[in-house]
């Protein structure tokens, strides 16, 4: 069955967008990610136009990570008040980043500057995840606890100033990293249609040295609030957010994320990084390959609407 997106002024099959939307909800409540990484360059294969996808997807976003997190409250592992400093830098990163997009937009690199962003990032953030994951299931292997934070173990983060203490993660840090952490996560929801989990999630893990499980709830509670503003401010001032896309997406998002949670709890903290490291790299290779590769058709014409009646 198709339908017509009004905004990317195309016809689409609702089985496919839902099965998309179904399959990303059910990474973002198993990782504690938007799915932003993946569902953005889904929808590009599927030859939605690169600026309606990022926008959108911050609307899809919302509706997952919203179901992820319920998920997660119920069962205790979101620390609200490190998600609320995550959320203050998240704010002031997303309105900067919709600034940055709308610029990008105007001068026609928009669609490149995507591509790269997601390769560098994925490429990067997947590759350091899969290499420590593998390292420390071979840890568990031998019997060696894999655990990185040991009693008295601290890093240059642990002497800044300006601590907090958040209770649920067992953490007493500097608030700067964190509000750091969290303006560079709204710049990427704004600049590349993610939720920043797959920044966030490993962020979290080996920086901070928050617990696997607090992180993954905490991560989706932060984001819900991030890519709800950022959609609201992305409609208002780029109109590229297609409501009847995000709403299929979002049906899809909300039943697949409350499997992911279920699946997630078990399984392990490595095992979770790995499966988590290996899905960024493929995507990052995926969309590699497209900027490398020569397309079938060289050349191409549009038509424009201009002087049509005159």
């Known amino acids: 069955m198709s339908i017509y997106l009004p905004i990317a002024e195309m016809s689409v099959s609702v089985f496919i967008l839902f099965g998309m939307g179904a399959a990303v909800g059910f990474l973002s409540g198993m990782f504690g990610v938007g799915g932003g990484f993946l569902m953005t360059p889904l929808l590009i294969f599927y030859n939605i136009p690169p600026a309606i996808a990022v926008a959108t997807e911050a609307n899809q976003i919302v509706a997952s990570s919203f179901s992820g997190a319920l998920a997660h409250l119920r069962k205790g592992t979101v620390d609200v008040k490190l998600g609320v400093v995550l959320l203050t830098g998240g704010i002031a990163g997303a309105t900067g980043g919709v600034y940055i997009f709308s610029a990008l937009r105007t ?59 958040f209770r649920k993660s067992k953490l007493y840090v500097s608030a700067i990293p964190i509000l750091l952490l969290g303006v560079l996560v709204g710049l990427l ?8 989990g797959f920044i966030m999630v490993p962020a979290m893990i080996y920086l901070l040295h928050v617990p696997t499980n607090v992180v993954i709830g905490t991560s989706l509670f932060q984001i819900i609030f991030v890519t709800a503003y950022t959609t609201i401010i992305q409609s208002s001032t780029n109109q590229t957010v ?69």
């Open 107 to 165: 001068a026609g690199q928009l669609d490149l500057i995507i591509s790269i962003l997601y390769v560098v990032f994925l490429g990067s953030i997947g590759g350091l995840m899969t290499i420590e994951s593998i390292g420390a299931m071979r840890k568990v292997k031998k019997g060696v606890p894999s655990d990185r934070r040991k009693p008295g173990q601290h890093n240059w983060i642990h002497g800044l100033p300006f601590k907090m203490r």
């Open 189 to 196: 929801a704004s600049i590349m249609g993610v939720g920043g």
């Open 242 to 310: 297609d409501v009847v896309l995000a709403f299929i997406l979002m049906v899809g998002g909300v039943i697949g994320a409350q499997f992911g949670a279920a699946a997630g709890h078990k399984l392990r903290g490595e095992q979770l990084r790995i499966l988590l490291g290996l899905m960024v790299l493929a995507v990052c290779l995926r969309l590699g390959y497209d900027l490398v590769v020569t397309p079938d058709d060289l050349f191409s014409l549009s038509f424009s609407n201009v002087g049509v009646g005159h």
